[in-house]
């Protein structure tokens, strides 16, 4: 199955890039080709450009501490486990404490590092870094790769709270919802969101089988999928009525 998440609101569209950012830094890491490291340290700057919002860090924080009085109303609740519970709400703790301890912004602490920022500058120039822009680089790519991924470990060590926060975020945001079986007639599929629920994360499942690409809208009162068709190298509105899976987390 493929699954499609499609974000309500701009915050959590923030989280899910920063997680895609942090997966894929956490694949390159551990490889050791030079051109892996490369797009480890570009990853890195991707993240450092998302995270530089000024009120990232406020709003992650905020969403933890709404989450922990969200479950300390179930404390005393028969049907839940209190040892779970503390678990649970002490990762909050956690992630909450190691985040306030970073100062200013998400890698505000590598903008110090003027060999890093050297690179940064230079990165998304097309062939801005060859080895007579940037020869210290350069070495950098012919150290040996456990030196590297040592460099890479250390100074992505810096946006961990980060990512740790916003995987546990995004996390009990997807338990919230409770997926449904439903069909697309003739391709569409229009849906009135429930009042009194304010919905941030739609998600999607497919059976890739059926060779369908979903195009998802929405806001706060309904949602709207349309499925298209691969045709060569084009996209066309498709007119079957595909079963799919659908889940709404708020």
Request: glycine share 8%; charged share 25%; proline share 5%.
């Amino acid at each position: 199955m493929i699954l499609y998440e499609y974000p309500f609101n701009e915050r959590i569209r923030t989280y899910l890039r920063l997680e895609h950012l942090f997966q894929r830094l956490g694949e390159l890491v551990p490889r050791t080709h030079p051109i892996d490291h490369h797009y480890a340290l570009a990853t890195l700057f991707e993240v450092m450009d998302v995270g530089a919002r000024a009120d990232l860090k406020s709003d992650v924080m905020k969403d933890l501490d709404r989450q922990k009085q969200v479950l300390n109303g179930y404390r005393g609740n028969p049907a839940i486990s209190e040892k779970v519970l503390d678990g649970v709400i002490a990762q909050l703790d956690g992630c909450f404490g190691a985040l306030n301890k970073q100062p200013g912004k998400a890698g505000s602490a590598l903008t110090e590092n003027d060999w890093l920022m050297s690179i940064r500058s230079r990165v998304n120039i097309p062939g801005g870094t060859c080895e007579f822009d940037l020869p210290g680089y350069y070495a950098w790519q012919h150290r040996d790769a456990g030196a590297r991924q040592q460099d890479l470990q250390r100074w992505a060590s810096t946006l961990g709270p980060l990512a740790e926060s916003v995987h546990m975020l995004l996390k009990m945001l997807r338990d919230s919802g409770s997926p449904q079986k439903v069909m697309a007639t003739g391709g569409q599929l229009q849906q009135n969101l429930p009042q009194g629920r304010t919905f941030q994360l739609l998600r999607l499942r497919i059976d890739p089988a059926l060779g369908l690409v979903p195009e998802i809208s929405g806001n706060r009162l309904m949602v709207s999928v349309r499925f298209m068709k691969q045709d060569n190298e084009k996209l066309l509105a498709s007119t079957d009525s595909p079963t799919f899976e659908l889940t709404l987390c708020s």
